[in-house]
Nanobody
C-alpha cells in the first residue's frame, strides 16, 4: 500500500504561483507513475500532469502546458507540481495519485491510478 499526502495549496491572485508537494510513504518502490489531477466544484476530476518515477517522461494536459511543471525528489519520496501564471480557471482541489508498475497502460484517467491523496485546495482570485 502507498500513502500520499498533498500540501502547498492556498489562495493566490491570478498570475501568481504555487508549488504543491505530494509526500509518498509505504511501498513506494512499486510506484511506476505519479500523477496530478484536479476537481473543480460540479466537475469531474481531470488529468493535470504525470511523470514516470524513472524520470523518462512527463505529460501535461493542454490547459496547463507551459505553465505547470511536475518534478520529483526520489530521496524524499516526494513529487511536486510547480504552478505558474495561475488563472481563476485553475481553482480546484488538487490530488496526487500513484500507479504501480503494470497497473495500467495509460495515465490520463482516474482509473489508471491505484492510490490517491486526500487533496489540497487551490483557489485563484481574479
Amino acid at each position: 500500500q502507498v500513502q500520499l499526502v498533498e500540501s502547498g495549496g492556498g489562495l493566490v491572485q491570478a498570475g501568481g504561483s504555487l508549488r504543491l508537494s505530494c509526500a509518498a510513504s509505504g511501498r513506494t518502490s512499486s510506484t511506476y507513475v505519479m500523477g496530478w489531477f484536479r476537481q473543480a466544484p460540479g466537475k469531474e476530476r481531470e488529468f493535470v500532469a504525470a511523470m514516470s518515477m524513472s524520470g523518462g517522461w512527463t505529460y501535461y494536459a493542454d490547459s496547463v502546458k507551459g505553465r505547470f511543471t511536475i518534478s520529483r525528489d526520489n530521496a524524499k519520496n516526494t513529487v511536486y507540481l510547480q504552478m505558474n501564471s495561475l488563472e481563476p480557471e485553475d481553482t480546484a482541489v488538487y490530488y496526487c495519485a500513484a500507479s504501480p508498475r503494470g497497473y495500467s497502460a495509460s495515465y490520463y484517467q482516474t482509473e489508471d491510478y491505484a492510490h490517491w491523496g486526500q487533496g489540497t485546495q487551490v483557489t485563484v482570485s481574479s
